[in-house]
């Protein structure tokens, strides 16, 4: 039978042979161990460090933000925290867990060190681009360090400060405008107007009017000439937006303007020349609709001369705890709150989420959580219930046989299904080794049987 000094050096060497660096220091703060990974990335000797107060080691700054950290973890008022620190050009994200014995006193903190230097790297990519393309505020929803996002960028450097045609594509929410915005702003026609036009939202007896402009008297109502959103962008940008919902005829009459950069007002005679750059946008498969003889060929040549593709936000989701976190920063300083950032729980739910509505949707969901935070960090429970509901359909049922043939879930419901697969996974981690699933889930030995026993009585 396996004694306890096994059992002891088993996890031991489970830590030194870790990825991760590992640092524990107990209730008084003093450093208990430090594994080898630790022990690189720090660019020091564990045996010089155990048995000193970690506090004693840094600089007098730094010692006293630790100080304050650690006694939030011992209290409770913290649950967890992560920073990023860099050293020797690497950076790594430190992640600060309290450990609790099973009657919940702070037996300690674990410290957790990754190598996050690609993913920082990217950023700093993802960050050099904006500056160099001055993208500032136009751009300020756009973050991310994916791979499809950088090309995103790359190529409205490429193009921006050419006079090219330019369709934007995408699913509605993923961020249409503000890459028609990006390449304004990098422009060379920046200092002129840009106007915009949402083409689903124009009545159909008025889009000629609007786009072109009416003389006096051209119909009821017309009293006084009109100059179109086309004159009125002349010598900038105008900015079709939702293109493929163009009736027919008034797409004849766009293509007319497009090929002879001239427009006539309704009613009137005279041409008006015109020097506009025209970027387009559409959430529809223009293609499927020339097939379907709703969108003119010739008018899908004319305005796909480059193409942006804005992937949706499944697409890329390396780039989803980024824009939750932006968005948390945002809306925390607008609202005067004191969020800090997101617990893991609902770190998880956020990235197992499919996203509909895009980062436009993320961002409702985290203006929603902040507002109704009570924490430091953002809970399941602040956010809207389809993030929830969503993923528990995924999770099997472990209730009674009619469950199934329920019609529909209360949140609460989902809620502790999704809290039950949660705790289930942990145990399966870690062999049903109680301690260790405790551990990985964030909470207390005696909150974790806790809850074992409610799943069994359930």
Known sequence: METSRDTTTIYQA??????EGIIFVDEEDRLVFINHTAEIIRGIRAEKFIGRSLLSIHSPKTAERLGKLLESLKDGTLLQSRRIIEV????????????????NSYLGTLLVSRDITEKQRLKEENQLLREQMNLGSAFEGFVG???????????????????????????SGTGKELVAAAIQQHSKRRNMP?????????????????????????????????????????????????????PLGAQAKLLRVIQEKKVVRVGGEREIDLDVRIIAATNKDLKALV???????????????????????????????????????HYAEKMGRQVQGLC????????????????????????????????????????????ITAQSENIPSFGHEGDAALPSRSLSHSMESFERQMILDALTRTGGQKSEAALLLNISRKTLWQKLKQMENG
């Not at 489970?14 to 990825?19: A, D, H, K, T, V």
């Not at 002349?234 to 079709?240: M, R, S, V, Y």
């Open 145 to 171: 360090s994916s791979q499809a996002i950088l090309q995103v960028f790359r190529t409205i450097s490429a193009i921006a400060s050419l006079d090219s045609t330019i369709l934007i594509t995408g699913e």
């Open 291 to 329: 097939a379907a003889d709703r969108f003119r060929e010739d008018l899908y040549y004319r305005i796909n001369v480059i193409t942006i593709h804005v992937p949706p936000l499944r697409e890329r989701r390396e780039d989803i705890i980024l824009l939750a976190e932006h968005f948390v920063r």
């Open 14 to 19: 489970i830590l030194e042979s870790m990825g």
């Open 194 to 246: 840009m106007v915009k036009v949402n083409c689903a939202a124009l009545p159909e007896h008025l889009i000629e009017s609007e786009l072109f402009g009416h003389e006096r008297g051209a119909f009821t109502g017309a009293i006084s000439s009109h100059r179109g959103k086309f004159q009125q962008a002349h010598g900038g940008t105008i900015f079709l937006d939702e293109v493929g919902d163009l």
């Open 344 to 387: 893991e729980t609902t770190s998880h739910l956020l990235l197992n989420y499919d996203y509909p509505g895009n980062v436009r949707e993320l961002q409702h969901a985290i203006e929603r959580a902040v507002a109704l935070c009570s924490g430091e960090y953002l809970a399941p429970e602040d956010l809207p219930a389809g993030f």
């Open 88 to 103: 020797k050009g690497k950076y790594f994200e430190n992640s600060y867990y309290p450990i609790r014995h099973s009657d």
